[in-house]
Structure formats: C-alpha cells, structure tokens
C-alpha cells in the first residue's frame, strides 16, 4: 500500500536559521502530495500541495517540490521565524484523494529566538 | 463560513461506555472523513463518505460506527469504549475529488476531539 516516511524531531533550529524536513513516499500511479501543519492545540492546516512531477508548492516562504525520480517531497524554507514552530505532517493522496489522505508520522519543529 | 467543526472538544469515558462524536461542515463538500492521530503514529484514517447515505472503512475502522444521514454532518460512534480508542478525533471534508472545485484533493480539518477512555 501507499506510505509515507518523514524526518521524526523533534527538529530544533535558531530563528533565521534554513529548515529542510525530508519526505519521501511509496505509491502506485501519480499520487498528489502536501504538507499540512498543525499549530499546539489546533486541527491541520493545508500548507502548501503538488499534484504532478516537478511542480512546487509554495506558501508563507516554505517551499517543496516533487521529484517523481526520488519519490520525495522535501520541505524547505530559507528563514525560519519563532512563530514556525508547530508538527509539520507530509501527506499523499491517491485515486484522487477518494478514500483518504496517507500521512507521514510529523515532524516536530521548535524554533527558538 | 465556520468551516468544519467538531463536538464535544473533550471527553473522558470509562471502560464500555458508549459516545457519538459530531462532524459538521458548511461548504457543501461531498466528501468526509475521520481519522485519530496518536504521538508517533501521524493520523489513519477510520472511516469515510462519499456522499449522504454512503460511509466506507478506512485503515482502522474496528470499534467505530459512521453515520452520514445529512450532508453536512459525519457522526463517528464508539458502541463500547476500550482504553486503546484513547486518541485525538479529527473530521475532515472536501469537494469531490477531480470536480476543479476548491482545488483537487484538498482536505479541511476540524480543530479535533480530545478522547480518554479510563
């Protein structure tokens, strides 16, 4: 079945610091792929997303793409701020997202002043 | 537009005792889901619908009951609570899939449901 493998934190950086979280997948066909981010207390928030190879998602300076030839979709972004901080979960839908989304476990980002 | 909301925000529950969660959305999507997230294991999905009056299993659906009898609404129900059900409950919807509404394959989640079972 289809599956997802991500970077397990937590993850601690300095403000202003560059984060990469790595993220790769196993899925038949052509999967769409996202990152949604969960802030302490609250439900996931749609990050950014990519349904075809070599598009980048791009939202609030966080930057992805998808590299059909790797399986991966890496999550990045230049210039991390306190307010980054939160469980950043890589996902993949397939069949057109019919039943479901498969997520990765989440990564745990801390970003301290 | 409150988007996808969820009741009751917590509950404890003991050992055999039985409860529905409430899913609602209001941007008419066709589909929705329920998935539990637990520490170090992402979220899995329970069960889902396609449609008023359809619901299917997902990776996990033993020990839960789905109802979908209006559109707007996804009720997930425990018959007979197990300390294993102790989880946080999420609903999400979206358009259906491939319709170029609101952007293919997009989810929106709830705030979720804090659940201990005792």
Redesign the interface.
């Known amino acids: 079945g289809d599956s997802v493998t991500q970077m397990e934190g937590p993850v601690t950086l300095s403000e202003e610091a560059f984060l990469t979280i790595n993220c790769t997948y196993t899925a038949t066909g052509y999967p769409s792929l996202f990152w949604y981010v969960q802030y302490p207390g609250e439900g996931l928030q749609l990050l950014l997303k990519a349904t075809k190879a070599d598009d980048k998602g791009s939202n609030k300076g966080f930057e992805a793409t998808y590299r059909k030839e790797t399986t991966s979709f890496h999550l990045e972004k230049g210039s991390v701020q306190v307010s980054d901080s939160a469980v950043y979960f890589c996902a993949l839908s397939n069949q057109g997202g019919a039943d479901g989304l498969t997520f990765g476990k989440g990564t745990h980002l801390i970003i301290q002043p | 537009n409150a988007g ?1 909301t969820q009741t009751p925000k917590f509950r404890v529950l003991k050992t055999g005792q039985s409860m529905t969660l409430l899913c609602a959305q209001d941007m008419n999507h066709e ?1 929705m ?1 329920w ?1 539990r997230q637990d520490p ?6 329970i069960h ?1 619908s ?1 449609g008023e009056g359809t619901t ?1 299993k ?2 996990v659906p033993d020990g839960y009951n789905v109802s979908r009898l209006k559109k707007q609404n996804f009720l997930l129900g425990l018959e007979s609570a197990a300390p294993s059900q102790t989880s946080v409950y ?1 609903c ?1 919807s ?1 358009y259906t ?2 319709s170029g509404l609101g ?10 449901t804090r659940l201990t079972v005792l």
């Open positions: 996808v589909y889901y998935y170090g294991m992402g979220l899995r999905l889902y396609v299917a997902g990776e999420f999400a979206s899939p491939g952007g293919t394959d997009t989810q929106y989640f709830g705030p979720g």
